[in-house]
Structure formats: structure tokens, C-alpha cells
């Protein structure tokens, strides 16, 4: 009897050993994961094209050949768009600190008039423009350091677009499955594919329809800004406010308090509308991951995989979630890392 109350422990205790070894080994080997978690991700996000582009004839290789140039193109392009915002950011520094100081002592100023006195070298201490600048660094240096290895990731890319037919097969007689019985195998992947594919259109529009704000109201690097939406949108809740926080105060230095009250509506009526109408309209419900999940994933994965696993975070943890969803035995732990509204529609 008390073997039979020790086993279900025992496992469990086995299951978190052998969790933490493969942990410390990804960890360990980042340096190979990293560009590997990469190119699977931009391989399932461009499979859409593929799939799209084989509908009307077109040869896979000519379709794959396609992407890649695609790829390629853009990426140097906006390498060199953002590298001349933060050149032009730093030359531009002094000037903002010494608007920044105007704006400050004009609102102090008005504050004193109400009996809110309030230390300016304190304020300016801390919303110094130069942080502004220190979140989009972090995230593109440390995106830029992957990119160093662009040939292996591009070179990872085109084996598995070209192999993406035959994945699920092999899956199904890795599992012990070549009848295709295990239905949830298909699930998963389909699930998996439909929510990057999604969230990377979903992404690509707000970071191009914020750039297009910024650039309407006149505010400094507005490429900057919007690469930064576009990126930090597949963080959901969190990362719409990181997002948001330079390109405000950016809009704050410029033309002062009503601007930046303009930037931050913006970024709000945009993250609104595409990501509370636009995205669960095209991705269904049953998809949403709670505010402290997305939290602690954030965390979790920035240690794991650093910047990359940081941007990579929510996805990386949908993977997870729609994995356990497949399988009944773990739908228990998928419902642990639901949002509240999923829950509800559920029930």
C-alpha cells in the first residue's frame, strides 16, 4: 500500500529531475538553441507563403528561394533603417535632455502652484531620454548578436521548409502511430502553426500601423519605435507597454505633455484593437494566457534563452500549452496557464 501512495510521488519527483537536466542542457548549449528556436520559428511563420505560393503551381524551391530573398531583403533593410535612428539618437541626446529639463520645470512649476512640490533632479534622474534608447538597444543588440549567425539560421530555415510535408508523418511513426490514429499529434501541430502564422501578421500590422502614428504626429525614429511594437507584440499586455514607453516620452521632449498623451493613445487604441479584435477574431478563443503566466514566462525564458528567448517567450510557452491541451491526461495544467476569460468560455 504505501509503495502504491509512493509511486505517483516517485514519478512525479523522477519527472522534475529529468525537467531540470534538460533545462541545464539547453541552457548550457544556448549558444546552439538560440539560432535553432529561431529558425523554427521564422521557418513555421514563412510556411503560410509556401503553402499559398504551391496552391497556384509555383515549385517549392522557386517558393522557398522566394522567401529567403525576402528575408534577406528585409532584414538589411531594416538593419540599416534602425541603425541610422539610434545613430541619429545619439547625436540628438544633449538636445533632448535639455527639452526634457524645459518640460520638467514647466510642469513643476504648475505643480508648485497646487502645493505639489516635486524634485526635478530627481525626476530627470530617472526619465532620463537615454532610457528610452536603453530598451530598444537591449532588445536589437541582442537580436543583432544572433543574427551574426544568419547563414546557419538561414541555411536551418531551408532544410525545414523543405522538409515541413514530412513532419508530421514522422512524428506519427515516432510515435508508434503510422495508421495516423493519434489525432492530437496533427492538432498540435496545426495549432502551433496557426498561432505563429497569426501572431507574426498580427505583430507586422501594429508595429506598421504605430510606425505610421508616430510618423503623422512628427516624433524623432519613428522606425525605431515601430520595430520595437512589432517585436515586443508577441509579449501580450506586458510588452505593448514596453513598447509604448520610449516612443511617449520621445513625443514628451518634442512637443510636450498633449503629444505624448497622443503617442500613448495611439499605442493604446492600437494594442486594443488588434490585439482584443483583430487577433482572437482570426486566431478563435481557447488561446490566452494569463497576465502572470506571460509574466513569469517573460522571466523565465529571458533567462533560458536570453534576448531571443525573451521575444520568443509567449510563443515558446503557446507551444507548451497547446501540448498539454492535446493530451487529457495534461489539460489539467493547461487550464493552470489560461487566462480567466478562457476559463469562462470553457465552462
Not at 530617472?126 to 548578436?145: C, E, K, R, W
Not at 480567466?340 to 465552462?347: I, N, Q, R, V
Request: glycine letters at 6%; one cysteine or more; a neutral charge.
Amino acid at each position: 500500500m504505501s509503495m502504491e501512495l509512493r509511486s505517483p510521488i516517485a514519478k512525479a519527483l523522477i519527472l522534475f529531475a529529468c525537467l531540470v537536466i534538460v533545462l541545464a542542457g539547453i541552457k548550457s548549449a544556448s549558444t546552439i538553441m538560440v539560432p535553432f528556436f529561431l529558425s523554427v520559428f521564422i521557418a513555421i511563420a514563412c510556411s503560410p507563403i509556401i503553402h499559398w505560393t504551391s496552391r497556384y503551381g509555383v515549385p517549392k524551391w522557386l517558393s522557398i528561394a522566394f522567401v529567403i530573398v525576402l528575408i534577406l531583403v528585409f532584414g538589411f533593410l531594416l538593419a540599416g533603417l534602425v541603425g541610422q535612428s539610434m545613430t541619429e539618437f545619439r547625436e540628438n541626446l544633449p538636445q533632448y535632455r535639455a527639452q526634457l529639463d524645459t518640460e520638467f520645470s514647466w510642469i513643476i512649476e504648475k505643480l508648485a502652484q497646487y502645493n505639489i512640490h516635486v524634485n526635478q533632479e530627481l525626476i530627470a534622474t530617472h526619465l532620463d531620454p537615454a532610457t528610452a534608447m536603453s530598451v530598444a538597444t537591449n532588445f536589437i543588440s541582442g537580436m543583432g548578436g544572433v543574427l551574426s549567425n544568419l547563414f546557419l539560421i538561414l541555411l536551418t530555415v531551408i532544410f525545414m521548409l523543405f522538409e515541413a510535408d514530412s513532419i508530421p508523418k514522422r512524428l506519427h511513426i515516432a510515435f508508434s502511430d503510422p495508421d495516423m490514429k493519434l489525432q492530437h499529434i496533427d492538432r498540435f501541430i496545426r495549432s502551433v502553426n496557426s498561432y505563429l502564422a497569426i501572431k507574426t501578421v498580427v505583430s507586422l500590422g501594429t508595429g506598421l500601423i504605430i510606425g505610421t502614428w508616430l510618423y503623422v504626429m512628427g516624433v524623432d525614429h519613428f522606425l525605431l519605435w515601430a520595430v520595437l511594437a512589432f517585436m515586443l507584440n508577441f509579449i501580450p499586455n506586458i510588452g505593448s507597454i514596453i513598447a509604448a514607453l520610449p516612443a511617449v516620452l520621445i513625443a514628451f521632449v518634442q512637443y510636450g505633455l498633449a503629444s505624448a498623451g497622443m503617442a500613448a493613445l495611439g499605442f493604446v487604441l492600437v494594442n486594443t484593437i488588434m490585439g482584443n479584435m483583430v487577433e482572437p477574431r482570426l486566431m478563435g478563443k481557447g488561446m490566452g494566457l494569463s497576465t502572470l503566466v506571460v509574466f513569469l514566462s517573460l522571466i523565465f525564458w529571458g533567462w533560458l534563452l536570453g534576448t531571443v528567448g525573451m521575444l520568443l517567450s509567449v510563443p515558446l510557452t503557446m507551444v507548451v500549452k497547446i501540448a498539454l491541451e492535446s493530451r487529457e491526461e495534461s489539460q489539467w495544467l493547461a487550464v493552470l496557464l489560461s487566462s480567466a476569460g478562457e476559463k469562462k468560455a470553457k465552462a
